[in-house]
């Protein structure tokens, strides 16, 4: 065996040794007028180039294969997210995008056939993996039955069970899940909330109703009594003071009127950086002579305040909305007649803080203060502090109340501070 393989490595040597010959003689020059150019290259380095030219369409295939399978997982990426309303991607202008824009996406159709595509496929598996199941057991129950007594079967196919149990699962679980109890929930839920809703809409609708028919039957109803009055004694001398009690409740009925409009209508909101300390001193001097009458005290606990972004004309309104109310509160005290001011900001908020020490609101009262027409005052038309309430939410900010009947009351009003 030895002198055999030592044979056969002598020939195998002298076979490559005149292959190798055979290839050099190819390339040797054999005519000596034909001269060999400079830049020929010999036997070595073509072989080198046939191999490195080789590798090199290798390596562009390889990476050809790579750039298709990323372009394969972008679009169904793109695809999937489009399917929950945003776009990866996003589309470049048509000016932007050259003489061969991209195509157009697919339209929701096709989208839902590849789903429903999907899901035919998903099941067909299943139906398959099952059918395999079913019959390999079925054969190995038939081998057990001819082979021995003991049941070796049973555990295959409890194993395998399990996994195409969790392929049922998998394919028709979660859908049956959604269908039968998920769906359902929702549905239930919304049609809760929803019914929810539509009460309290419809108590809020009914009670503003009730009111705007009281604020507006009470003083026409008192100006049309007048008015027959001075139509069945034309000549009387009580005539003027009739005339003016009727004109006097027709103003009511339209400054109710122009209240009601004003909270009912959505306003622009021309928002600037302003200090919120400058806005409240400019509602301290609208009411001034009134502040002055009154005998009210005013304290500004501040000096400066923060700058936040703000409608400066509406938030006046604000502040004034409540000074007016705090001094109407303060009229019952015979003398020391307060109203303090603070203008604070942390936490990136700022507040405004007017504390009065006047008559206070009762607890059964201070719930519904905000609501539209709700007012203690005997000329008051309910809308001042439901607009007020309406403008700060405009602002994303917050108005709060705190009151002690007989002892003070206090509003703050609550402002984000604008992004640094």
């Not at 054969?139 to 021995?148: E, G, R, S």
């Not at 196919?157 to 959604?178: D, E, K, P, Q, T």
């Not at 507006?216 to 139509?231: D, E, Y």
């Not at 069945?232 to 003016?244: F, G, I, L, Q, T």
Request: net charge positive; charged share 30%; with cysteine.
């Amino acid at each position: 065996m030895a002198v055999l393989g030592f044979i056969i490595a002598v020939a195998l040597f002298f076979h490559v040794k005149r292959r190798l010959e055979h290839y050099q003689e190819r390339h040797r020059v054999e005519d000596s007028t034909r001269a060999r150019p400079e830049c020929a290259a010999s036997w070595h380095e073509q072989w080198q180039r046939h191999w490195g030219e080789k590798f090199q369409h290798k390596v562009e295939r390889r990476q050809r294969h790579f750039e298709r399978q990323a372009e394969r997982h972008l679009r169904r990426m793109e695809r999937q997210a489009r399917r929950f309303g945003f776009q990866i991607f996003p589309q470049p202008p048509a000016a932007a995008q050259g003489p061969n824009p991209p195509e157009p996406p697919p339209p929701p159709e096709d989208d839902v056939l590849r789903r429903a595509r999907r899901r035919a496929r998903h099941e067909v598996g299943f139906y398959t993996h099952l059918m395999t199941y079913l019959g390999v057991i079925a054969f190995l129950a038939l081998i057990n039955l001819l082979t021995t007594r003991y049941p070796w079967f049973i555990w295959p196919a409890l194993g395998w069970g399990i996994g195409v149990f969790s392929h049922y699962m998998a394919v028709f679980g979660r859908r049956l899940m959604r269908e039968r109890y998920f769906e359902p929930a929702v549905e239930r839920e919304v049609r809760r909330e929803k019914a929810v809703m539509t009460t309290e809409k419809q108590a809020s609708i009914d009670e503003l109703s009730a009111t705007i028919a009281h604020e507006i039957r009470n003083p026409i109803a008192a100006a049309k009594s007048l008015v027959q009055q001075m139509g069945e004694d034309p000549v009387s001398v009580e005539n003027v003071e009739y005339a003016k009690v009727a004109l006097d409740e027709l103003d009511r009925v339209e400054r109710s009127i122009s209240h009601l409009l004003k909270y009912a209508k959505e306003e622009d909101y021309n928002f600037s950086l302003v200090n919120i300390a400058g806005v409240v001193d400019a509602a301290l001097t609208q009411l001034k002579a009134k502040l002055d009458a009154a005998k009210v005290q005013v304290t500004r606990n501040y000096i400066g305040g923060p700058t936040v972004l703000a409608d400066a004309e509406k938030m006046r309104q604000v502040f004034a909305n409540i000074l007016d109310n705090a001094i109407d509160a303060l009229e019952p005290l015979p003398e020391g007649r307060r109203i303090e001011l603070f203008v604070e900001n942390g936490g990136r908020r700022a507040s405004v803080r007017v504390r009065d020490n006047g008559r206070g609101i009762a607890a059964d009262r201070i719930d519904r203060i905000f609501n539209p027409f709700f007012t203690t005052k005997e000329k008051g038309t309910g809308l001042g502090m439901a607009i007020s309430k309406k403008i700060v939410e405009a602002h994303e900010g917050n108005i709060d109340v705190v009151s002690e009947a007989g002892v003070f009351t206090e509003f703050q009003v609550t402002l984000p501070l604008p992004p640094s």
